[in-house]
């Protein structure tokens, strides 16, 4: 292995777990960002439709998937001008993420930057292909050196903040004047309460110029299909068939009713528009419950979380949270700025976020 990996940091809210368990009304889990909501009959009804297919899927995805995923960028989002051919879909993000710098053929003499505030597995896929790993918000702080890639994610995990116009267009011009490749992680862009969050390939943002920039999109929160595993990544055509090769080759392939399941999701906006309603109320609710129990919510405009803190260390509210029998996580999960923060995740049942709204008054 390139690099020793981190401990997987939930195995160490074991205890925590076991203290919420024990609550009279049982635990309210606000620890991770799973969806707990049915899938839509429509997508269902489009994994069944090719069930019975016993060939090989393709690893660049059906035509009809990768049309609906340009339509679906362009109808959601307002990105304009990508290419069918440049839309590539994933075992979930979380693969795809995980394994492109090895895939984009970075190794030892290469930075990678990731957010100061970031997912793990950003840091994980660095790992993995043994490179540099820097974590730096404002890029003036690398100075002249150049970097091989540059990790973004807005709507961010954990902190829910929107990067803005402007900063998003200085990422992409220090990353062109450089040689860079921008990764964006968009995961959460349709899921924006607050503002007007962005895709790295929104024409305000690059120009209509996707060269250099891949963004990263999941269905797993808009469509509750984290159990599908069903993500893509679009951008630049060059990049895109680059890791199509690569892909290929390792046997990289998304099954066939998983991409019949995506094109459905992609083509409907119904069930989505629907879902993000479902999740807008639970964040009412949570978020008075939250501020009404004396803590401070920074950023969290948009997103399935909650950053929260009273000015204490993380793992003290984590177990004040405990003994009400709710989980959530430590923010020293997501680096050493998130020690004074907790995420709260909106990922919960009607009942269950009443619950953990009760449990805090």
């Not at 970031?118 to 974590?135: D, K, S, W």
């Not at 399935?304 to 020293?332: H, K």
Request: net charge negative; charged share 20%; glycine share 10%.
């Amino acid at each position: 292995m390139a690099a020793s990996l981190p401990d997987f940091p939930w195995d160490s809210l074991t205890a925590a777990k076991e203290k919420a368990a024990a609550h009279p009304d049982g635990i309210v889990n606000l620890s991770v960002g799973t969806p707990v909501d049915p899938v839509a009959p429509i997508i269902r009804d489009a994994l069944l439709a090719v069930a019975e297919v016993p060939g090989y899927p393709t690893t660049h995805g059906t035509d009809e998937l990768r049309a609906a995923a340009v339509g679906a960028l362009a109808r959601r989002y307002g990105v304009t001008g990508i290419d069918e051919s440049a839309i590539l879909p994933a075992v979930g993000t979380k693969e795809m993420i995980a394994w492109l710098p090895s895939l984009l053929g970075l190794g030892g003499s290469d930075l990678v930057v990731i957010p100061e505030l970031a997912y793990p597995t950003y840091e994980v896929g660095a790992l993995l292909a043994g490179t540099r790993i820097i974590r730096a918000d404002g890029l003036n702080r690398l100075g002249p050196e150049g970097a091989a890639l540059v990790f973004v994610n807005s709507p961010s995990n954990p902190t829910g903040k929107v990067l803005g116009l402007e900063h998003l267009r200085k990422v992409v011009d220090w990353a062109r004047s450089r040689d860079a490749i921008v990764v964006s992680d968009e995961c959460y862009l349709g899921l924006t309460w607050e503002g007007e969050a962005l895709s790295v390939l929104h024409p305000s943002v690059c120009d209509g110029d996707h060269t250099n920039l891949l963004a990263v999109h999941s269905l797993s929160k808009t469509s509750n299909l984290a159990s599908y595993r069903a993500g893509f990544v679009t951008g630049d055509a060059g990049l895109v068939a680059d890791l199509l090769e690569v892909r290929k080759h390792a046997g990289m392939m998304v099954p066939l009713p998983i991409q019949s399941a995506m094109t459905a999701a992609l083509n409907d906006d119904a069930h989505e528009n629907a879902q993000r309603e479902l999740y807008r109320a639970r964040r009412e609710i949570l978020l008075a419950a939250v501020r009404g129990a004396g803590f401070t919510v920074d950023h969290s405009e948009a997103g399935l979380y909650l950053w929260a803190g009273r000015g204490e260390e993380c793992r003290a509210t984590v177990d004040w949270f405990a003994e009400r029998g709710i989980l959530v996580a430590p923010g020293e999960f997501y680096g050493p700025g998130g020690v004074q923060h907790v995420r709260i995740a909106l990922t919960a049942s009607d009942e269950r976020i009443a619950a953990a709204a009760r449990r805090l008054a």
